[in-house]
């Protein structure tokens, strides 16, 4: 009993169960997670006690956190990843039945709400879902199947400054939108494709430090202000231009920034699907209808955010790019800031996708890292060949990727160890366990003045990138009249649209 109740027993039991073979070599075992068995979540009607279908300002978010942590200690556990601009903490809930720490082969995810601080519909519905998830744990068989083998963190708002100036019944517009030293939370994200020298903010720089600490493996970030589940890439590459248009690169930037050009990831398949799973599971996203006669429709639900229109900075890209993790961006009301009497519907048509959701992190592969000796090996890095974003193993050896069927190779690699290359199937629906052991270096006699020494191969990048394009860095410098009215108009475009 005393093992069970550890880390080091957990990870002890679970290397027992995969000690057949990984010592020699790596394998993969298909398991269908008990989900597939499941009955679908049930409808859920909120004790109105605790929460209503009402906004709340930060002090009554900040009781109901509260009141919810202590009325479930074994089920949540709260916490605050920093300040805003005007000191109001950032508070992430944990829902699961292992809230506290993390459990050995269990993934964590979130959920993000109101980086903008005017849509504020994904704030009350992340809110509405952390009481969903408590008072369902011990009646609803698919939450219990949820929380038992996932950690589930949710930041309800990102911008609680921008929230506080911000006025129900404003469906488009900017205030509020930014933080309050006035800038866009969306933006403000290191890019991949071109230099982004915004100036960092604390709010951004809290969920950085967030995301670098915990191995997230799926995240959702929710908006309003359009009906669509967007993917990566937001950005686009300079090389994809309007041919004959361009006569300097700022006059390129600001054509190409409205030429609706899908930038697609390496991961391309997996993210279509993800946002799928949200978009059928929504009641009314997968038609693609449009919010207005003006805003575009999209097909099934779901967009590639370049495609929609490219902006720098974002958050989900950011995610996916330096740590792996699969990030969309869920737009889930037409109007930015409806009125309080829409959130039941709102609840109603959001509350099946916000949880299949997060159901996606168990799709895929997932396993660990040992050395020759069995134990685990943190920060391997491991890539998909094929996909040139990769992802890195956790302290105890772990990791993650969502991927659909096929057949797969994996390249694991780690400071000290021989590389590896690693072949895996993985089946609809079925989770693959693959146990990857790496090998010492080996000894290498008489290699430089200092006698015997040891081979090591080149040391794998913390994060697995896409080679940045020279044009990138180059484009990123552009200053001038042009370069200011493409500014503007991106500006103009996301304070419509989203």
Same mark, same amino acid.
């Given at each position: =009993? ?28 298909? !398991? ?21 279908? /009402? &906004? ?27 300040? $805003? ?9 944990? /829902?699961? $039945?292992?809230?506290?720490?993390? =459990? ?32 369902? &744990?011990? !009646? ?46 969306? #933006? ?23 995301? $670098? ?35 300097? *690169? ?33 009641? +009314?996203? $997968? ?27 974002? =958050?989900?890209?950011?995610?996916? /790019? ?6 969309? !961006? ?15 519907? &709102? ?33 391997? *890095? ?12 956790? +302290? ?23 590389? #590896? ?20 270096? +080996? ?39 042009? %370069? ?6 991106? %500006? ?7």
């Amino acid at each position: =009993m005393i093992l069970r109740n550890t880390i080091v027993g957990q990870l002890l039991l679970l290397m027992l169960l995969y000690t057949t073979e990984y010592l020699c070599n790596a394998k993969t075992v298909s !398991t269908e997670p008990l989900s597939m068995a499941l009955p679908e979540p049930r409808a859920y009607l909120p004790d109105a006690q605790n929460l209503d279908f /009402v &906004y709340h300002d930060h002090e009554e978010l900040t009781r109901f956190l509260r009141a919810t942590s202590a009325r479930y200690p074994n089920l949540t556990a709260l916490y605050s990843i920093g300040k $805003s601009i005007q000191g109001r903490d950032l508070w992430v809930m944990v /829902v699961s $039945s292992s809230p506290y720490e993390h =459990m050995v082969g269990k993934p964590d995810v979130k959920y993000v709400g109101n980086i903008h601080g005017n849509e504020p519909v994904g704030r009350e519905m992340l809110l509405h879902l952390i009481q969903y998830f408590v008072s369902s &744990y011990n !009646t609803d068989q698919y939450v219990k199947w949820l929380l038992d083998n996932t950690r589930i963190h949710i930041l309800p708002t990102m911008n609680p400054d921008g929230y506080a100036v911000s006025k129900e019944g404003t469906c488009d517009g900017g205030q509020g939108r930014y933080n309050a030293r006035g800038f866009d939370l969306n #933006r403000n994200f290191p890019d991949y494709f071109k230099q982004n020298n915004k100036r960092g903010q604390p709010e951004t720089d809290a969920v950085k430090d967030w995301i $670098s600490k915990i191995q997230f493996v799926l995240s959702g970030s929710l908006h309003g202000g359009a009906l669509v589940a967007s993917y990566p890439y937001d950005n686009t590459p300079n090389s994809r231009l309007l041919k004959g248009i361009c006569r300097s *690169s700022a006059l390129c930037a600001m054509f190409q920034t409205y030429s609706a050009a899908p930038s697609l990831t390496p991961d391309d398949d997996v993210f279509k699907h993800l946002s799928l799973v949200y978009a059928r599971n929504h009641a +009314k996203m $997968s038609r693609g209808v449009a919010c207005k006669s003006a805003t575009p429709a999209f097909e099934n639900g779901i967009t590639n955010g370049a495609a929609w229109y490219p902006l720098t900075g974002g =958050m989900q890209d950011y995610n996916y /790019v330096w740590y792996g993790c699969m990030e969309i !961006t869920l737009e889930i009301s037409c109007c930015k800031f409806p009125p309080a009497y829409e959130l039941k519907k &709102y609840w109603e048509d959001n509350q099946l996708s916000l949880i299949k959701f997060l159901a996606e992190a168990h799709r895929g592969v997932q396993g660990f890292v040992f050395d020759p000796a069995g134990m685990p090996i943190e920060r391997a *890095s491991i890539k998909i060949k094929g996909r040139d974003v990769g992802f890195q193993t956790t +302290k105890y050896g772990e990791f993650w990727r969502i991927l659909l069927p096929g057949y797969y190779k994996a390249e694991v690699f780690a400071e000290g160890y021989a590389p #590896r290359e690693v072949e895996f199937v993985i089946v609809e629906q079925h989770p693959t366990l693959l146990n990857v052991t790496l090998q010492a270096s +080996k000894r290498v006699e008489g290699v430089g003045a200092g006698g015997p020494s040891f081979y090591r191969p080149m040391q794998a990048p913390q994060h697995y990138r896409p080679g940045v394009p020279p044009y990138a860095t180059a484009a990123s410098n552009d200053n001038g009249i042009l %370069s200011t009215i493409s500014n503007g108009l991106n %500006s103009l475009y996301s304070n419509i649209f989203g």
